[in-house]
C-alpha cells in the first residue's frame, strides 16, 4: 500500500484558474515538505511544515500556499496559475529528529 | 551556502558494466548525504544514506557510495548494471536532522544498453 498518497496524479489547469495538490502520508511522520520538480531546473525545496506549522518557505510567491488540516495532511493550493508553474510536484515527509525524506509519486501540473 | 553537482547530465553504459556517477557537494558544516532513484513516471526512492562512519555505504540493489571529504564528494557505484537500473539519480545534501532541506543536484539520467 502506497505510504505517501498524492492526489491527482496528472492535472491540467488553464492560466488565471486555481489548483489545490493533495498529499497524506500515512508513515507516521510528523514534517511533511513540498518539492517541485520543473523541466528548467533541479527538484526544488519549497516549504516545510512540522506539528501543522509552517517551518521554513522557500517559494518567494505568496501564490503557492499550503494547507494542513491533519497532522499527516499538507495540500498545496495554488492560484493565478501561470504556464511556468508546469511541473511535477512532491510531496514529502519525515520524523523530526530523523535524516530521510520519504517522497510522494508526484503530481504532474500543466498550465495551459 | 549548500549546494550539490552532478557534473555529469546523462550517462550511458552497456548491460554488465560497472558504473559510477558523480557527486561533488558544497557545505561548511557536516553533511548528510543521500542518492535517490527516479524511475520513469515514478516518485523517489532511497538507494542509500550517509552521515558518519565508514565513508563507504552499501544501498539497495547492490549500489554503494564513497563519501570522501577532502575532495568533497560522494559518488556512486555499482558493480554490474542491469537493464532495469536506468533511472534518473540524485545526490542530495542535508544540512542535518528534523525538517531540513533538502538540496538536489541536478540528477543524471542513466540509460542502460541491453
Known amino acids: 500500500d502506497p505510504k505517501i498518497i498524492q492526489k491527482p496524479k496528472y492535472l491540467v489547469a488553464v492560466t488565471g484558474s486555481e489548483k489545490i495538490l493533495i498529499c497524506e502520508q500515512y508513515l507516521g511522520h510528523n514534517a511533511m515538505y513540498w518539492y517541485r520538480q520543473s523541466a528548467k531546473k533541479p527538484l526544488e525545496f519549497m516549504f516545510s511544515?512540522?506539528?501543522?506549522?509552517?517551518?521554513d518557505n522557500q517559494t518567494a510567491s505568496s501564490r503557492f500556499q499550503p494547507q494542513s488540516s491533519k497532522k499527516n495532511h499538507l495540500d498545496l493550493q495554488i492560484t493565478a496559475l501561470k504556464p511556468d508553474d508546469s511541473a511535477t510536484y512532491f510531496c514529502?515527509?519525515?520524523?523530526?529528529?530523523?535524516?530521510?525524506?520519504?517522497f510522494g509519486p508526484g503530481t504532474r501540473l500543466l498550465v495551459l | 551556502a549548500q549546494s550539490v553537482t552532478q557534473p555529469d547530465a546523462r550517462v550511458t553504459v552497456s548491460e554488465g558494466a560497472s558504473l559510477q556517477l558523480r557527486c561533488k557537494y558544497s557545505?561548511?558544516?557536516?553533511?548528510?548525504l543521500f542518492w535517490y532513484v527516479q524511475y520513469p513516471r515514478q516518485g523517489l526512492q532511497l538507494l542509500l544514506k550517509?552521515?558518519?562512519?565508514?565513508?563507504v555505504v552499501q544501498g539497495v540493489n547492490g549500489f554503494e557510495a564513497e563519501f570522501s571529504k577532502s575532495n568533497s564528494s560522494f559518488h556512486l557505484r555499482k558493480a554490474s548494471v542491469h537493464w532495469s537500473d536506468s533511472a534518473v539519480y540524485f545526490c542530495?545534501?542535508?544540512?542535518?536532522?528534523?525538517?531540513?532541506?533538502?538540496?538536489f543536484g541536478k540528477g543524471t539520467s542513466l540509460t542502460v544498453i541491453p
Open positions: 557545505y561548511s558544516g557536516t553533511p548528510y
Open positions: 511544515y512540522s506539528y501543522q506549522k509552517l517551518m
Open positions: 514529502a515527509s519525515s520524523q523530526l529528529g530523523g535524516d530521510t525524506q520519504y
Open positions: 550517509y552521515y558518519s562512519g565508514d565513508p
Open positions: 542530495v545534501l542535508s544540512a542535518g536532522t528534523g525538517y531540513q532541506n533538502f538540496y
